[in-house]
């Protein structure tokens, strides 16, 4: 469970969202500035005073030139503030979702359908992926529309609040939220949680198996070349059976070497029954079934 993502996902339910630099809350600003997670905003022009109230924020310059900012209570009166205290900043959704797409390896160009709530983030394999900011009561009924058409889709959200609403609706679409699957780090690093999709989304991010064609040829090449050790071995079998029928030709007796049989020619080409069985009576092997012919033909053999 990361906060520092968490605290940006939940602030990006609400539209437009701030963080305070008084707020309990400490975040690496400066860090998540720079990786252009946080935007910094103008200081606000009214904030709660410590009793509650709304309070002014006046601002005084000082005998250096400085502005000093001051809070102002109509009942609790003034009280003097740090800069610090009064920053402003606006989380945005943009470069967390690149971050996304980026680390995740999701191709395609990323489309919002629907604008500042819903993304079509891209593809991986054969999976489509699309992010949902929320499911807000007034934009509920178009986002299910929209995922209506994508049932097939991945859907990522940002919140696991978000997340939990979203399978309370009756979708067929696999879903995970990026508050479970990533973490925003102090140095404002984003990163995926790869185990833990692993367990969600499965063989999705798991590394491509290419066969090496060097080691292990395809079966069909397989198939071929004992074709052809077995049109060299019925060749020469019916070279030595032509030659043993003229040889006893000569004595007036002919006598002819007795046909192969399947299991013969196994044994010959040091193959199995079954793959000489399924060679010969293979469409393409025109020249083995031809030759197989021949040597059962007493006839054929002399020619
Ligand atoms: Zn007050």
Known sequence: MNKILRNLLTRLVIDPSYFYGWEQEQMPWKKLEMQDFLIPK??????????????EIHWLTNKQGENIPYRCCAECGYEL?????????S????????????????????????????WKLGRK????????????????????????????????????ATLQKIQQEKIENLSISLEEI??????????LNFPIIA?????LVKPVYKPSRLKTPPKRDQF?????????ELKQYLKNAREHALATAKNSNIQFLPPPTMEELAKWTNMSKSSVYRCINDKEANTLKFLWD??????????
Request: aromatic letters at 6%; hydrophobic letters at 40%; a positive charge.
């Open 42 to 55: 103008p200081p606000p022009v009214f904030i709660s005073c410590k009793s509650g109230h709304s309070a």
């Open 81 to 89: 503030m740090n800069l610090q205290e009064i920053r402003c900043w």
């Open 91 to 118: 989380p945005v959704l943009e470069p967390i979702l690149k971050q996304l797409v980026q680390k995740f390896e999701i191709r395609g160009v990323m489309q919002a359908v629907i604008p500042n709530v819903f």
């Open 125 to 160: 394999k054969t999976k489509e992926f699309v992010y949902i900011r929320r499911l807000l009561p007034d934009e509920r009924e178009m986002i299910l529309k929209e995922l209506m058409t994508m049932p097939q889709a991945v859907v990522i959200t940002g919140t696991k």
């Open 182 to 191: 990533a973490e925003i780090n102090e140095q404002g690093e984003f990163h």
């Open 199 to 203: 367990d969600i989304l499965g063989d």
């Open 224 to 232: 071929a070349a004992k074709i052809e050790k077995l049109t060299r």
């Open 294 to 303: 021949k040597a059962h033909d007493t006839k054929a053999i002399l020619q």
